[in-house]
Every structure is written in structure tokens, then in C-alpha cells.
């Protein structure tokens, strides 16, 4: 493990915002995901050790984290903390739904776009990046 990661995370450690995310990125790349809800069918906790430590602290600290950080204001106008995660993964990975398909028509402050709009704008800006399995049968994310 990395020296600037000071202990392993955990499920039970992480945020809302977090869980959300990550529970978003495990079940877009599950090809064996139930149907249903995927956030009660156990798949979440049977992958989620899969993923490499390094990326799970890239994906919170370099993409949660910052992300909330940046956008504080527009979040408290939109969901809550564990659908505004899953939405940021959607989003930022034009998936077919997210920010922009949840009825946060309001405009957002200082802007002519919808709340909805403007978080699916700046979750562009982030790119895409997704989980893969790497030859040792972890999961790691792309850049």
C-alpha cells in the first residue's frame, strides 16, 4: 500500500456521496449485475474488494471529494448525497441518465442552464473513466 494511504477503505468508511459513486461505477461494468437493485442484491459487496486500493483512493480523494469540494452550492440544490454520487459517476461517463434527467430545472445561480445542466457540464469536464479487471483479477480504474 502507498504511504499516503494511512489504512485501507473500507465500505464502512466511506461517505454517501462515495458509496453512491462507486456502487454507480461497480454496476456499470458488472456483466453478471442482477436485475433489480443492484445496491441490495450483494453484488456491491462482493466487488467492492476487488478494487485496487490506489484507485479507490484516486476515486475519492482525486474525483468525490473534489468534486463535492468544487460544487457544493449546486449539490445542496440537487439530490442527496448518495444519489448526487451515482449521478456524478453517470454523468461524467455519459451514461444514458443523470444529472440532466432529474427534474433540476431550476436554474442554477449566476446561470442561464438548469442545476441539472450545469452539473452534467462540469462532470464532463472530469472525462471518463471507468473500472476494468487488470491481469491480477483486481479491479482498477482508467485515467
Given at each position: 500500500m502507498k504511504p499516503w494511504i494511512a489504512k485501507p477503505i473500507t465500505i464502512e468508511s466511506l461517505s454517501l456521496f462515495e458509496k453512491g459513486y462507486i456502487t454507480a461505477a461497480l454496476w456499470t461494468m458488472d456483466?453478471?449485475?442482477p436485475s433489480g437493485e443492484f445496491s441490495t442484491s450483494g453484488r456491491f459487496e462482493t466487488?467492492?474488494?476487488?478494487?485496487?486500493?490506489?484507485?479507490l483512493?484516486?476515486?475519492?480523494?482525486?474525483d468525490c471529494?473534489?468534486?463535492q469540494e468544487e460544487n457544493k452550492t449546486l449539490l445542496a440544490l440537487a439530490g442527496d448525497d448518495s444519489q448526487n454520487g451515482h449521478d456524478f459517476y453517470l454523468s461524467r461517463n455519459r451514461h444514458g441518465c443523470g444529472f440532466w434527467d432529474r427534474g433540476y430545472e431550476h436554474n442554477a445561480p449566476n446561470s442561464t442552464l438548469s442545476i441539472g445542466d450545469t452539473l452534467t457540464d462540469i462532470c464532463h469536464t472530469y472525462g471518463e473513466s471507468d473500472l476494468y479487471y487488470g491481469d491480477d483479477g483486481k479491479l482498477y480504474i482508467s485515467p
Open positions: 456483466d453478471d449485475a466487488l467492492f474488494p476487488l478494487i485496487d486500493q490506489e484507485s483512493f484516486t476515486m475519492i480523494e482525486g471529494r473534489k468534486f
